[in-house]
Structure formats: structure tokens, C-alpha cells
């Protein structure tokens, strides 16, 4: 085992306890956090910048579509031309480039270039988003690999419910451009982060990558990729109108609290979900799906109840909050040495469905009303659940320990698997 690696798994120590590298972990949680926060913070300043910029609010609001647009159109190309490099070096130049995008909003009095901008933001942050959860995934050791997806891919719910709102108040009290400044001062320290705490890695060798899209011959990659576009469009239609969907209720004015109980709930799924992903993939990541299923039930009939909406809104962040870890590691797992380009074609596909998310929820509400925002939920989540129960070999097996010490696993899981669980079941 490298020098780097054995540093950060923790002393063995006579229990043969592993630790994890949290403060290598809370940096890329950090990354997790800034890029999540960054793509979606244009949604609560568009009066503001749409004035400064002097073009309309709907011409404003492309500008998370286009953020989406450069991570899905790159993620996969990037992510296979990069592939031999050294992670560290990788994650320190996306995010270099991350930080010199949001500069170029925060100063821009210019439309196009604000466009191009965010353009570049959202390839910066394919790229990283590709890296994170590998990356993640080789600090820990083996049994610890889902509690280290979990810790990095905490920021996510933490920017929706909690970045959002602070960065809409702040660009409300100090104008957005102090926004987007904030988001460069914050990646700029990140990136002393990294350098001081987070261990490098070697990328893949040229004569073992696999080519990014024959990683779709994988067993196994193909449901998970499936279940995450389809889970993901589901959610965003209703996450991107939760607030037109609470206006019809008559709840517009709790817009707010109503997202700070849904990720506070997600937080709690994180947790729930890195304590048991190890042996429990497979059950957490059918739970999931029904807790969203039974939250959009809720809202569908019982939304009269504004009780019954926080109700249903905790359900969701419960069903929610974990699956960027179960899905991440889900594929990570069925993609075996071809990890790194499984994620890619994750972080593609996930975008895409935010996008597909935010047009054919606009769709919906001009042809059917806000109403139908949760049947659609409902609606989407059967296939999610056919595919997740149906991938029982491959995908989302039930029995995932195995997984780490066969044939297809990445060498480095298979060089960890041997050392700390040799007692472990062969296949």
C-alpha cells in the first residue's frame, strides 16, 4: 500500500480500527458545497442582477440553465482526457478555474460574457464533480468507503437549504456581485485546503482505462445511470417550483422554513445513510425512493394540511437528502476499475435531469397547474423502483461486501480489501 494511503486510514491499533481522513473529507465536502452553491444562486438575486445586467428575469434565469449545460456537455470528454492525471493536481485546477469564472460574474456588466462565465463555472464544476466521490472513495478504507461518499457529498443539502437563503440575504443586503466575490474568497481558501490536507492520488494508467461510454457494457452501470436521470428529474420538478407549489397552498410565505426543514432532514439521511451504505445499499436506495414516493403522495392528496406539508416535506429530505451518496457509490461500485468515467457519465446525466427538470416542470404548470407537480413525482418514481429491485445482481445487489474484493473491483479497493478484509466472503 502507498505511502499516502496508509497515512490517512488511521492506526490499526489492537481493535483493527480504521480511521477516516476528516479533514481531507470536509474539503471536498467543501468543493461539494461551493459548486452545488454557486449553480443555483442566481435563482434567488435574477431582480437584481437582471437590472444591473439589462436584460429580463427570464434571460437572467438561463444562466443555472447554461451552468448546467457546460457541466453536461463536458463532464464525460473532460473527465476522459484528464484521466491520467494525478487527482490532486486535477482538483486544484478545476477548482482554480471555478474561482476565476465566479470572479468574472461577480465584476461582468456585460450579458454575453456573464453567460460565457457561467458556462465555464459549470464545466469547472463537471470536472470536480467527476473527481469527488473516487476521490472520496480512495481515502477511506474499504469499509468505510459509503460513511467518506456521505461526508464529501454533504454539502449538497447544505447549499440547497442553507446556502441558498444566506446567499440570497446576502446579495439582497450587499448586492449580488458581493454574492458571487464571496463564492471566489471561499473557493480560494479551498484550495489552501486541499493543498495542506487532502493526499494526492496517481490517475489511470493509459493500457487500463476503458473508454467512457463502453463503461455502459458494465453490468450494473447502465440501472444505476437509469435510476439516477429519471430519480433526479423527478425531484427537480418539484424542488425547482417548490415555491409556485406553496403559493397555491397558500403557503408562499414559508417558503424559507419550508426548505430549512427539508435539509435539515436531508442532513439526517446523510447521516442514516453513511452509517449503513457498507451492507445496505441496496435497502437504503429502495427506501429512498419510497420515502420520496410517500411525500409526493401526500402532497398530492392531503396538501389542504399545511401540518401534512411538513410532514410530507420531512419524508422527502429523508428519501432525498442520501441519494447523491447511494447513487455515487452505486455506480462507483458496478464501474469497477472504470469508476472514474461511470462518474462522469453520472454527474452528465444528473445535470441533464436538473435542466429536463426545470423545463418540464414549466411545462407542467402552464398546461396542468401546480397541482400536478407531485402526481408527476409519483408518476416517475415506479420505473425508479422497477429498476432499483430489479438490479439485484448488478447495480444495486444485496450483498454490496462483496463487491470490493472481485474481479471487477478497482485496484485499489482490491489492494485495501486484502489487507483489512481478508475474512470476508469470496464471490
Known amino acids: 500500500m502507498s505511502n499516502d494511503t ?156 442553507l446556502g441558498v437563503p444566506a446567499g440570497t440575504f446576502l446579495g439582497k443586503a450587499l448586492g449580488w456581485r458581493v454574492a458571487f466575490l464571496l463564492m471566489t474568497v471561499l473557493t480560494v481558501v479551498l484550495l489552501a485546503w486541499i493543498t495542506v490536507s487532502v493526499p494526492d492520488h496517481p490517475g489511470q494508467r493509459r493500457d487500463g482505462r476503458t473508454p467512457v461510454l463502453s463503461t455502459l457494457r458494465i453490468p450494473g452501470v447502465t440501472p444505476v445511470l437509469t435510476v439516477t436521470l429519471v430519480f433526479v428529474l423527478a425531484h427537480t420538478i418539484l424542488y425547482t417550483y417548490i415555491a409556485t407549489f406553496l403559493d397555491h397552498l397558500g403557503m408562499g410565505g414559508s417558503t424559507d422554513l419550508v426548505l430549512l426543514v427539508f435539509g435539515a432532514a436531508s442532513l439526517l439521511s446523510i447521516w442514516i445513510v453513511g452509517a449503513h451504505i457498507h451492507r445496505r445499499l441496496r435497502t437504503l436506495t429502495i427506501a429512498s425512493a419510497l420515502l420520496v414516493a410517500v411525500a409526493a403522495g401526500l402532497l398530492a392528496v392531503l396538501a389542504e394540511s399545511p401540518a401534512l406539508v411538513y410532514v410530507a416535506v420531512t419524508l422527502w429530505g429523508l428519501g432525498w437528502g442520501g441519494a447523491p451518496t447511494l447513487l455515487q457509490t452505486a455506480v462507483g461500485d458496478a464501474g469497477g476499475d472504470a469508476a472514474d468515467a461511470a462518474q462522469a457519465m453520472l454527474v452528465t446525466l444528473w445535470n441533464a435531469a436538473m435542466a429536463g427538470g426545470g423545463v418540464v416542470g414549466g411545462i407542467l404548470l402552464g398546461q396542468f397547474g401546480s397541482q400536478s407537480f407531485p402526481w408527476s413525482v409519483l408518476a416517475l418514481l415506479v420505473p425508479v423502483l422497477v429498476v432499483v429491485v430489479a438490479a439485484r445482481r448488478h447495480g444495486f445487489p444485496a450483498r454490496r461486501a462483496a463487491a470490493h474484493s472481485g474481479p471487477g ?12 478484509t481478508s475474512a470476508s466472503p469470496r464471490p
Open 6 to 161: 496508509t497515512q490517512h486510514v488511521g492506526s490499526r491499533g489492537g481493535s483493527g480500527t480504521q480511521k477516516l481522513p476528516i479533514a481531507a473529507l470536509l474539503a471536498l465536502a467543501t468543493a461539494v458545497f461551493i459548486t452545488s452553491l454557486t449553480e443555483t444562486l442566481p435563482a434567488g438575486l435574477l431582480p437584481a442582477m437582471s437590472a444591473d445586467l439589462g436584460v429580463g428575469e427570464s434571460a437572467m434565469g438561463q444562466t443555472v440553465t447554461i451552468y448546467a449545460i457546460g457541466t453536461a456537455l463536458t463532464a464525460i470528454p473532460l473527465t476522459a482526457a484528464t484521466a491520467g492525471w494525478r487527482r490532486k493536481r486535477l482538483l486544484l485546477t478545476a477548482m482554480t478555474g471555478f474561482a476565476l469564472a465566479n470572479t468574472v460574474t461577480a465584476v461582468s456588466g456585460n450579458y454575453p460574457l456573464t453567460m460565457v462565465a457561467r458556462f465555464v463555472a459549470g464545466v469547472a464544476a463537471g470536472l470536480a464533480w467527476a473527481l469527488l466521490a473516487g476521490y472520496a472513495r480512495r481515502l477511506a478504507p474499504v469499509q468505510l468507503q459509503g460513511k467518506a461518499i456521505a461526508i464529501a457529498m454533504a454539502g449538497i443539502p447544505v447549499a440547497l437549504s
Open 409 to 420: 473491483a478497482a485496484p485499489e479497493l482490491t489492494e485495501y480489501a486484502k489487507e483489512f
